[in-house]
Every structure is written in C-alpha cells, then in structure tokens.
C-alpha cells in the first residue's frame, strides 16, 4: 500500500473533505447533520479554522482519503483550553490506520497549541469511533440519550476527553493573588 501522508489541508482539498464528510450526512449517524453540506458553507468553515483550529488530510498517492479538524469545543471564553475533534475517513479507506493517523495528528496539533483537553462527541452506534478514541486514552466521561433525531429514531450520543495537560491552579499568564 502507498504511503500515508498527513499535511495540513488547503482550500484545494475542500471538494474532497466535502464529499468524504457528505457520504457520511446521507447513510450514517456519525454526524447528526441531515443535509448535505454546500460548498460555499465548506468554504466558510474552512475559513474560521485557522491555526488555532487546525484542519489536516491524510492522502494517498495524491489523493485525500481522509480528514480531521479541531473546533472550539464551546463558544463562552472559559472554554478555551478545551477543542473538539472530527475525524473522517473516505467508506472506501476503513481499516488501513487512517483514521488514528489523523486523530494522533489532532492530538499533537492540541498539545502543541496549548489546549488541555480534547472532547469527542459520537454517537452511540458509531463502536468503531468510540474504540479509535479508546486505543488513544479517551475515556467516555457522559452519555446523552435520544438528542438526536435522524433515519427516524432516535440517537445516544457519548462523550469522551483525553486530558492533555495536567490541570494547573489558574490558567497560564495570570498571577495568583496576594
């Protein structure tokens, strides 16, 4: 098999990352979207990532069978230190460490930045996805029941954390009272 190359993504791989998430918004419950993404909407989501919320693919003799990202895990500002993960590999690319070379990419690009944790939100029929994140210590820290609606029924979602960094007393640059 060739080899597996993991870089960061361009604007040039956006009709790839669009097609391998898509497939999945059609016939799986690994993402709770029913609708499939546009490409303008890609393009802007792209687009707010940047380097503090890398996006990487991993590629195989020129093409890209796979893709991760880091989000903000929460809006409100003392969520900072906390990402969430996405990982996608293209249904026909299962099986082949795809998908752990790119969260292990995720993980490294989180310690790098300075995060502390990472969550991971999947659904609960998704055993494939919930062992990735097992075999690099996640640990399943809640379970949500019947949040989500698709194909008609409803849907569990688990969440599991990878704590990167031990917990310090007060967040980095600010001095403890006197």
């Keep these: 098999m060739p080899a597996i190359i993991i870089r ?4 040039a ?3 790839a990352i669009n097609d391998i998430y898509n497939h999945y918004v059609r016939v799986c419950t690994c993402t709770y979207q029913e609708k499939p ?23 195989i003799a020129g093409r890209v069978v ?13 969520y900072r230190f906390t990402v969430e993960n996405s990982v996608y590999v293209h249904h026909r690319y299962h099986g082949r ?10 993980i ?12 991971a939100g999947i659904d609960a029929e998704q055993t494939g996805s919930a062992a990735l994140h097992a075999k690099f210590g996640f640990k399943e820290v809640g379970r949500l029941k019947h949040v989500g609606f698709k194909f008609n029924r409803w849907l569990d ?10 917990p310090r007393a007060r967040a980095p640059g600010r001095r403890a009272k006197r």
């Design 8 to 11: 960061a993504a361009t604007t």
């Design 37 to 59: 993404e546009t490409p303008k909407a890609r393009r802007q989501w792209f687009h707010h990532h940047g380097k503090r919320y890398p996006v990487v693919v991993a590629e």
């Design 66 to 78: 796979g893709w991760g990202s880091l989000s903000a895990f929460h809006a409100r500002s003392a």
């Design 13 to 15: 791989d956006l009709g």
């Design 97 to 106: 460490g795809i998908g752990s070379r790119l969260l292990q990419e995720l």
């Design 108 to 119: 490294t690009c989180a310690r790098g930045l300075g995060y502390r944790a990472m969550i």
């Design 157 to 166: 979602v688990i969440y599991m954390e990878l704590l990167l960094k031990k």
